[in-house]
């Protein structure tokens, strides 16, 4: 039975007072915000490292942990070897990190991000076709991939072949916005991404997010 906690795109994170703290779960990593003297201290930790930020805050106003699409394309690198014949397909779900990200709204209603808590696995790379992305490993699943706590994002896809050789694919390109994301199930999911390899380059197409079928 799925024990790991549901995922929400928007969590409140109480302001301790002075000598209290806050803390937030995240599968794997904590976020603990602590009431000191003058401001607030704010700890993150993933287990392996941890990160220390200091906050000044106003008197009115409060807080929110919001999970957040990558800002660039994320190129997702399979972790299982995948050939697609001429004119075949496969479908599956993959993995896209989300950026928790500490959000301060103030009492004229304006939002302002204070931390983007990046995780390791987004890797910045340059590319002279493509520009700046994020490069990050996926499994290739095959059935839709039970909740574990951790902050990503289930992309589902089905790949088409539409050029004369097999196709392996180094990665498969991935575009998301903050838009695209919502809740389902206990997990954050986009709309369904349609790849068509045409022999030199993917042509991506999105699928309307009410004709996904969760857990098919």
Known sequence: MDA???LSLLVPLPRPARGETARVHLGSSELVLEGVRGGHSLLWSDG???RRYALGLGAAGHLTLQLRAPKLPVRIVP???MSVVPNGRISGYVFV???PTLVWHDDDGHSHALVELFPNDLAAEWDEETGHSFESASPWCVRFPMRNGEPRAIVP???VNASGEVVSPANLPITLGDADLF???GSIVVAPRRLVWLGEQFETQVRAAK??????
């Open 48 to 50: 392996r490292q941890a």
């Open 4 to 6: 790991s906690p549901s």
């Open 97 to 99: 990190s989300l950026v």
């Open 79 to 81: 972790r299982e070897v």
């Open 157 to 159: 896809i089905r790949l």
């Open 211 to 216: 004709t996904m079928r969760v857990g098919a």
């Open 183 to 185: 809740e389902r199930r």
